[in-house]
């Protein structure tokens, strides 16, 4: 499975984003694929071509209305894994022996 970590951003659009972030979000809720999103940018996991297709897709969405927009993915792609949304935090608080706000 695949993870990714992405977060776009209209370049001079004014400083609040939210209507474009809430158009992006659907799409990912829409997806049926595993996501949390986070104060700085969305997660999502599952197959490479599932998760990047979506990835373009919130891209587009944003650019729709958009002269200049810029994308920041990172991709963990790592074959035979699944569940690494919560497992990669699981693994981390079992080494420190305590939950950790997420």
């Known amino acids: 499975m695949t993870l990714v970590e992405f977060s776009i951003t209209p370049i001079g659009e004014g400083v609040s984003v939210g209507d474009r972030v809430a158009r992006c979000l659907d799409l990912v809720d829409r997806s049926g694929l595993e996501y949390r999103l ?52 699981r693994r981390v608080e079992e080494r420190l022996g305590r939950k950790l706000r997420t």
Do not use: W, Y
């Open 38 to 89: 986070n104060p700085m940018g969305t997660v999502v996991e599952g197959p490479f071509d599932a998760v990047v297709e979506l990835v373009a897709r919130c891209h587009k969405a944003v650019a729709a209305d958009c002269d200049r927009v810029s994308t920041i993915i990172k991709i963990d792609d790592r074959k035979g894994a699944t569940g690494q949304i919560e497992g990669k935090v």
